[in-house]
Every structure is written in C-alpha cells, then in structure tokens.
C-alpha cells in the first residue's frame, strides 16, 4: 500500500502564500505523475497542477503565475508553492501521486487525507 501525507494548510490573509507538501511512503515501488487538486464546498473536486516525474509540469488557469509545483523524486515528495492567495483559492486541497507497488502491478492513483486552505481576512 501507499500512503499520502498532506500538510501547509492554514489560514492566509488574501495576497498571502503557504506551502503544501505531500509525502508518498509505503510500497512506493515507482511514482509517476504527483498532483495537488482542490475541492471547495459545493463544488466539484478540480485538478490544480500536476508534475510528471521527468518535470513536466500543468497548471490550472486560475493559478498560473502564482501556484509552483515541483517535487523531490528521491524523496517521493511534492509541493505546492502558492502565492498571492485569494479568496476563490479556498478549498481541502488533496495530493495525488500515481504509483505502482511492484515491477508486475499497474499504476494507480493514491489520494491523501486533505489540507484545508483558508484565505480570510
């Protein structure tokens, strides 16, 4: 099993930043792409960035310019930079890393518990 551990969440004054990571451990036999999404209260889970084990990166339109992910392949890390934090920025904000558990199984997709980001004056 792979397990997923979220923190950096807090409360953030608007024009604020934080920092999330997330911490992939267990039989994390090889880890693909790592993601941050969010899901704000009545409204559907949206994915926010992702990043492919060979950097690639993707952002939500709404983050680009202010959002950085980036990870730590040897630790089986990733983060999620935010900065200028507004308002319509909070939400639990979930990580997700794609990962197989053996040189025989499939990947799939691990979800953490959730942090929650709240931007308030």
């Known amino acids: 099993q792979v397990q997923l551990v979220e923190s950096g969440g807090g409360l953030v004054q608007p024009g604020g930043s934080l920092r999330l990571s997330c911490a992939a451990s267990?039989?994390?036999?090889?880890?693909?792409?790592m993601a941050w999404y969010r899901q704000a209260p009545g409204k559907e889970r949206e994915l926010v960035a992702a990043?492919?084990?060979?950097?690639?990166?993707n952002y939500l339109d709404s983050v680009k310019g202010r959002f950085t992910i980036s990870r730590d392949n040897a630790r089986n890390r990733v983060y999620l930079q935010m900065n200028s934090l507004k308002p319509e920025d909070t939400a639990v904000y979930y990580c997700?890393?794609?990962?197989?558990?053996?040189?025989?199984?499939?990947?799939?997709?691990?979800w953490g518990q959730g942090t929650q980001v709240t931007v308030s004056s």
């Open positions: 997700k890393a794609v990962c197989r558990t053996s040189y025989t199984s499939a990947y799939q997709d691990y």
């Open positions: 267990g039989s994390t036999f090889s880890v693909n792409a």
């Open positions: 990043v492919t084990n060979g950097g690639g990166t």
